[in-house]
């Protein structure tokens, strides 16, 4: 049996409530911060930078695309707008308005999208987006970050702050394991190695980062050495994790709670077919619209699971 | 500035727009020849602003937003002639490495414009968003736009506007061309849009009118619309305009939307139009 890495549990919360105590930390510490919200607020979590910054609050009602332009303007004269919405209304509804208005013309919006993915659960396909991520980093300007946790996801809402340009936040609903450490420092496009690992890499974002800790020490008790890579920053892409960690292991499996289709695991492909072609496997939903569910029963069906991890893994070495 | 003097730039300006669409045989002449008299009257006798040092932020300057971006040759021809850029920059309107891009843009940092436009409806949203800025900036200047009556049949823009009215951005005024011509054909005809007064006050907005090729009316309207800012209200001037206005042969129809003058039709359009600053 191969050890790993202890990486301590520090407890279980979802990833918008990290967005929503960072945005309040990140108002009190930057004053040109504002938010606005398409009637979402408390799904959101920003029921307390509301209440504490009334003034530098803004209820847009159910209008996204008014919201997406709104959010453009004030960036005129200084601010730093937090658009708020779900993941599937922050992008498919209103991708004009941010192509135009804010890809475009480079405006620091920072469009923040709870609710994504499959694990938004029982409202359905109508709500699970799984093709924002794609959406988001085909548009230049913007900068896509899907953080892993509750705390990478405070961690994250705060360092937007300081980057000047357009941020696409992505973050969930479902309440998952905490392990990145609180004192952590987020760092735009510099992944983390969260395990070393010599037999295959693991490349992963969102709630799968933890799904592919889980498949490392599945993997370790068959004798596979797993190298977990939490991708937090789809673009840009930190190239030099990637390729570095497969110089060594020579395969990569990438997991994300997305369409194969544009997301992840595409933008790892491509580093790799330009710099060093080795065997992939994508764990992500295949061309296919969600359901309505539990979250963990979605993750099964739609084959993002920690032993699809694991499978893709043992398949992937095979390849090498 | 006085009216004659502004008529004289107008004059020019009209020049520009048919000179510049007719040497790359593309552009939007007719919106543009019908927003002249009102733009040369925004930034030459109405606007605070500082066109010999454009700063983004706008900081203590008046803002102006061109949501219909297809008149990007009446506004360029404008923002030049008030001295935001080279007059002779003109010449590059619609060709390849031009800061004047076929619809108005930000990423070649050409002075004078702060967002993208040209995909409709957006603009209002943006202007109410700057205007908000203003006043959490303690800044109380003033955030005019421009919109086509043919892009109000953008669903953005009613959500834009229940969103002033509601909020109460009173820092604004919004300008219709109404000129009841778009791509297709008359609006009437294409999507009518009802009521267009009523439909406004309901959406809580305090409405003005005005007749677009009147400089003197110009002025005392948006003086009176001036006035009405502080009031809780946002502020929106129905403006009645003539497609293609200052050339006969684009007037009374929705043909010179989008299409630029053959050489032989050039050459009509200067003959109507005095040369009063010299041609770029």
Partial sequence: MIETAAIEVLGKKDTRSGFGEGLLEIAKRNKDVVGLCADLTGSLKMNAFQNEFPERFFQVGIAEANMIGLAAGMTIGGKIPYAGTFANFATGRVYDQIRQSVAYSNKNVKICASHAGLTLGEDGATHQILEDIGLMKMLPNMTVIVPADFNQTKQATIAIADHDGPVYLRFGRPSVPIFVKPEAKFQIGKADKLIEGADVTIIACGHLVWKSVEAAQQLAENGISAEVINMHTIKPLDETAVLESVAKTKCVVTAEEHMKNGGLGDSVAQVLSLNNPVPQEYVAVNDTFGESGKPDELMGKYGIDTHNIVEAAKKVIQRK | ?280
């Fill in chain 2, 1 to 280: 500035m006085e009216t004659q003097e502004l008529e004289k730039i107008a004059s020019q300006v009209r020049r520009d727009i048919v000179r510049m669409v007719a040497a790359v045989s593309s552009g939007h002449p007719g919106g543009s020849l019908g927003c002249t008299d009102f733009l040369t009257t925004l930034y030459f006798d109405i606007m605070k602003h500082n066109p010999g040092q454009f700063d983004m932020d706008g900081m203590g300057e008046d803002l102006f937003f061109l949501s219909n971006g297809h008149i990007s040759p009446v506004w360029y021809s404008v923002l030049a002639r008030s001295g935001y850029f080279p007059v002779d920059e003109l010449a590059t309107f619609r060709k390849i490495s031009s800061r004047l891009q076929g619809h108005p843009a930000t990423d070649k940092k050409l002075p004078g414009i702060r967002m993208a436009s040209g995909s409709l409806g957006q603009g209002l949203s943006v202007a109410l968003g700057a205007a908000q800025t203003k006043k959490l900036n303690d800044d109380d200047c003033i955030v005019y736009s421009l919109h086509g009556d043919g892009e109000l049949q953008e669903g953005q823009i009613w959500e834009a506007a229940m969103y002033a009215a509601a909020h109460k951005v009173d820092n604004i005024i919004a300008t219709v061309d109404y000129n009841g011509r778009q791509i297709d054909g008359d609006v009437d005809d294409v999507i009518s849009l009802g009521n267009l007064k009523l439909k406004w006050q309901a959406f809580g907005w305090d409405v003005l009118e005005m007749n677009g090729h009147d400089i003197d009316e110009i002025k005392s309207v948006m003086a009176d619309a001036k006035s009405k800012v502080g009031n809780g209200v946002p502020i929106i001037i129905l403006m009645k305009t003539e497609m293609g206005q200052g050339v006969d042969y684009m007037m009374g129809t929705h043909k010179w939307h989008g299409v630029a003058p053959n050489d032989e039709q050039l050459t009509d359009a200067l003959n109507q139009l005095e040369e009063t600053l010299g041609d770029y």
